[in-house]
């Protein structure tokens, strides 16, 4: 295909992570250094901002503060939630047009693949010939084709790292804690809290994600088994759980312009469970709740090393695939090749409409009953999130009395 000369835009949408960054400075340093992009720009707010033509200069930024802000969580550019109309969508081809934008890199979770795919749509349509490249990002792993999304292995990290504390404060002082974690669709981020494990007595004890019906009778039974074999009780539990009949347990009104359903932010979900707890078993137990909220994918400080490399990476394939043409359109993923220590994956590009709109679940194989998962599991889980704190514990050698 023949080289496509002009200037490139990125954009960055939904929610932020701790390596999002990483992808936004691997696409500016790889087109930097393309003879067809003339110009690197940034979206401010992503579609938004383009629709409101605030456009930014990346190709002038050091190359250390570029350094500095890959290591910074949250989107640089600023996020959105905003699909847009189609009427939008010929308003932002028309802005590329204008600028002579040729490519254009939209970093972003199942939504943003959406808008990319909408958008790629329309300037085929029109005949002008647009690069296009959705570029994952999404702590909830729910992106199909791909092995798993950058974003991921940091949050799951530093959900491993609270819960790993959580259970050791627990310990101390012994109750029955809920922890509510991201996940409306897929349990994903709610099962790396397992990593937290060290020894067998350790928590969380009960995990429940959105794959498998929410029972609060089985919910109460199994705290209750739990706390009277070990004398107290750690659960972690997605914000996504529903009913047999596919109810959220606890719902809000608000919804944004993708149609979906403000969660568990609020903490109403863990409140909610631990009165449950408190009025099946006893008024007088210890039973504490918290809901990790947005600290799961902004916490600074804390990121896997494996994602951020990762990361880095798919910013950069999206930019060598959109200007050797083989590839002019899609969705990078990434292909598991060995897990393990000998982990490592492959860098492809997957077509947008795979990509967009529908989320990926846990697989079965990953789920141990209803409350639990699997060896499997850990063993996909455990290199995403590089090295975790190796925490000691008292031999507890006694006296004689």
Not at 31 to 38: G, N, V
Not at 88 to 103: G, P, Q, S, T
Not at 388 to 399: A, E, H, K, Q, V
């Amino acid at each position: 295909m023949a080289s496509l000369v002009g200037n490139a835009l990125i954009g960055q949408s939904g929610g932020p992570t701790c390596v999002i960054n990483q992808s936004l400075v691997g696409i500016v340093e790889e087109a930097l250094s393309k003879r067809e992009i003339k110009n690197v720009w940034g979206a401010v707010h992503g579609i938004k901002g383009v629709l409101e033509e605030r456009l930014i200069d990346l190709g002038r930024e050091t190359k250390e503060t570029l350094e500095a802000v890959a290591v910074t969580p949250a989107a640089a550019l600023r996020s959105v939630r905003k699909k847009p109309t189609r009427e939008e969508c010929e308003k932002a081809l028309a802005i590329f047009k204008a600028h002579d934008v040729r490519y254009f890199f939209y970093i972003g979770g199942n939504d943003s693949a959406e808008t990319a795919h909408l958008l790629n749509e329309l300037a085929v349509a029109q005949g002008y010939e647009l690069r296009l490249f959705h570029v994952p990002k999404t702590i909830d792993n729910d992106l199909r084709v791909t092995d798993h999304c950058p974003g991921y292995g940091s949050a799951a990290k530093f959900v491993a790292c609270a819960t790993a504390g959580d259970d050791l404060d627990n310990r101390s002082l012994p109750g029955i804690k809920v922890n509510v974690v991201m996940g409306r669709n897929a349990g994903w981020l709610t099962a790396a809290t397992v990593l937290a494990r060290q020894r067998d007595e350790d928590g969380p004890h009960l995990v429940y994600v959105p794959e498998r019906s929410f029972s609060l009778d089985a919910f109460v039974g199994d705290v209750d088994r739990v706390f009277k074999k070990l004398g107290r009780c750690v659960v972690s539990v997605s914000e996504g759980v529903h009913t047999a009949d596919g109810k959220l347990l606890l719902e809000s009104k608000e919804i944004d312009s993708h149609g979906n359903v403000q969660l568990s932010g609020s903490g109403a979900l863990g409140d909610h469970l631990a009165d449950v707890i408190k009025k099946r078993l006893g008024e007088k137990l210890r039973v504490r709740a918290d809901t990790f909220g947005y600290l799961q994918r902004s916490f600074a400080g804390v990121w896997s090393e494996v994602d951020a490399a990762e990361a880095r990476e798919v910013g950069r394939t999206a930019v060598r695939n959109a200007v050797s043409g083989d590839r002019p359109h899609g969705s990078v993923v990434m292909k598991r090749l060995a897990s393990g220590k000998d982990y490592r994956v492959s860098f492809e590009v997957a077509a947008l409409e795979n990509v967009a709109k529908v989320t990926r679940p846990m697989e079965p194989h990953f789920l141990a009953g209803d409350n639990g998962v699997t060896d499997a599991f850990h063993e996909y889980a455990r290199p995403l999130v590089g090295k975790l704190p190796t925490l000691g514990r008292l031999s507890d050698l006694p006296i004689r009395r």
